[in-house]
């Protein structure tokens, strides 16, 4: 009798104790999973879209390496998983803003406003980007390094005036991909 | 002046060195020469710096007065007496002012511009700080830029509880909220008075268009309010002040319906009914027809009666009067 009641104590302890690490473990992978995906960026994408449509024809027409592209959207940005969108958002925002818009010369005083409009909403994006990195919520993996490296290598292969104008064109594709990852990581 | 005085001394005193006297001379003339020229340029210079004339002052007292998302710069204006000043506007976003520090954008819509305040709304696109900075025009004479002391964050616009119409259409609740532009969404938040039931919520994309809420029950005072939320600086304005609205029961038009009905009926009936009643009434009272009964009426005439009571009664001869002897005899 005594042996019988010691074994159910035995078994017991047991199922606990294997309840508990399961549901450690949940709790971890949660807060894993939602480390990565949470860093919401607050943009007006309407903005952004409405200022690139209105610049797009005069930009797009003044580039003219057509096959040629910088922000290849097949090889580079659908490739991209999940957990690097953060880095690899951050990374590109930084490649507009360093590069692209400072390598242009605008004389035009419509379109010049057009592209300070998308600058500064791009600076104000990095800025909340920023603060992810901060909290760690923005890793950088090798993939997303490369993915940026790729960007970059491709910048570099033309002439700085017309690299310029043709990322200035392609701004419908890193709006678009942007997008796309806002809306998925609205419905997560 | 004193070297001429020393060179007319030397030619008085020492007749004997003529050829050093005239080098002294040139060396005087030169001199001479040498200042008039610097005189000239020192004062030409004030004159060449200032364009000619007094310089046009710069504006001063800027500063930016910011509500629902549209923001206005103001500053003193330049005043000179018959003269049309203008004024120009440029800005500067934080990423110009980080990256590229010598590029100001004119206005959109202060390049130039006659007000002393210019609506800077469509050149703020971005939550960041700007610079902006004014100058003054006059023909061809510019000012000294003038700056904004403290860059402008379109953040710190002071957001207003929306203006809102709360209308009733019938059984249905209406609310009308004012367009404060494509910025602007609104929170609209909707319950029952004393019902102790609780709060609706619906949101608005867009003011300046009507939008029904909810079909009424009759009973407790429906109360709306509203807030303007601006997601691009992830700001909301305070609630505006409840309005309510009421139906009335609906029972009481129903009673009263059909009663209005079957008084309309009554009215289809009775009054054709009186119309006969009153239509005979007054036949009867003023041209009556008399008939006289059977027992009254005459079968044989008076005369014949008489003469049959007067002869034999076998014979009775049968003598008709005339209808006029008859009526006669009858009055």
């Known amino acids: 009798m005594i042996n019988l009641r010691a074994n159910s104590a035995q078994d017991m302890k047991a199922q606990c104790v294997s309840l508990w690490l399961l549901g450690t473990t949940l709790v971890l992978c949660s807060v894993h999973t939602t480390a990565f995906r949470r860093c919401p960026v607050p943009v007006d994408m309407h903005l952004l879209e409405e200022s690139f449509q209105e610049i797009k024809r005069t930009v797009q027409t003044k580039d003219t390496f057509q096959n040629i592209t910088i922000l290849s959207p097949v090889e580079t940005l659908r490739s991209i998983k999940p957990v690097d969108v953060c880095c690899v958002t951050k990374n590109l925002l930084e490649f507009y803003m360093d590069r692209v818009f400072k390598d242009h010369q605008e004389l035009k005083p419509q379109i010049l406003r057009k592209i300070s409009g998308i600058a500064n909403t791009f600076l104000y994006m990095q800025k909340t980007l920023q603060q992810c990195q901060v909290q760690r919520r923005c890793h950088c993996s090798e993939e997303a390094t490369n993915a940026t490296r790729t960007v970059h290598d491709n910048y570099e292969q033309l002439e700085i005036p017309s690299a310029a104008i043709k990322s200035l064109g392609e701004l419908d594709v890193f709006l678009a991909w942007i997008d796309r990852n806002r809306q998925e990581t609205s419905a997560a | 002046m004193a070297g001429v005085d020393r060179m007319l001394h030397c030619k008085r ?68 007496p018959r003269e049309t000043v203008y004024y120009s506007v440029e800005y500067q976003g934080e990423y110009e002012s980080l990256y590229t520090s010598h590029i100001w954008i004119p206005s959109k819509w202060c390049s130039p511009i006659e007000d002393a305040e210019c609506d800077v709304s469509d050149d703020i696109t971005a939550t960041v700080p700007y610079n902006l900075r004014v100058r003054a025009i006059l023909g061809s004479q510019t000012s000294a830029w ?56 619906k949101v608005l994309r867009r003011g300046g268009i009507p939008v029904h809420l909810e079909t009424m029950e009759p009973g407790a005072p429906y109360c709306v309010k509203a807030q303007a939320q601006v997601k691009a600086i992830g700001r909301n304005s305070a609630f505006s002040q409840a309005e309510c609205v009421e139906v009335q029961g609906e029972a009481l038009p129903l009673v009263l319906a059909l009663f209005a009905f079957v008084g309309f009926m009554l009215i289809l009936v009775v009054v054709p009914l009186s119309i006969w009643k009153m239509g005979q009434l007054l036949q009867y009272s003023c041209c009556p027809m008399v008939v006289l009964p059977d027992t009254l009426k005459i079968t044989n005439s008076p005369q014949k009666l008489i003469s049959c009571r007067r002869e034999e009664v076998d014979s009775c001869a049968l003598a008709v009067p005339s209808s006029e002897e008859l009526f006669q005899a009858w009055i």
């Open chain 2, 13 to 80: 005193n020492v007749p004997g060195q003529s050829k050093s006297a005239k080098q002294t001379l040139t060396m005087v003339l030169k001199g001479f020469r040498t200042s008039i020229i610097m005189w000239l340029f020192y004062t030409l210079i004030p004159c060449l710096l200032t364009d000619g004339g007094e310089a046009l002052p710069a504006p001063q007292n800027l500063s930016v007065h910011s509500a629902n998302m549209k923001h206005l710069l103001m500053w003193s204006p330049v005043v000179l």
């Open chain 2, 146 to 201: 003038s700056i904004l002391e403290q860059p402008f964050n379109r953040n710190s616009t002071i957001l207003t509880p929306p203006g809102m119409e709360v209308s009733r259409n019938g059984f249905h609740l209406v609310i009308e909220l004012e367009d404060l532009g494509p910025q602007f969404e609104f929170l609209v938040v909707y319950w029952r008075r004393e019902l102790d039931t609780k709060e609706h919520a």
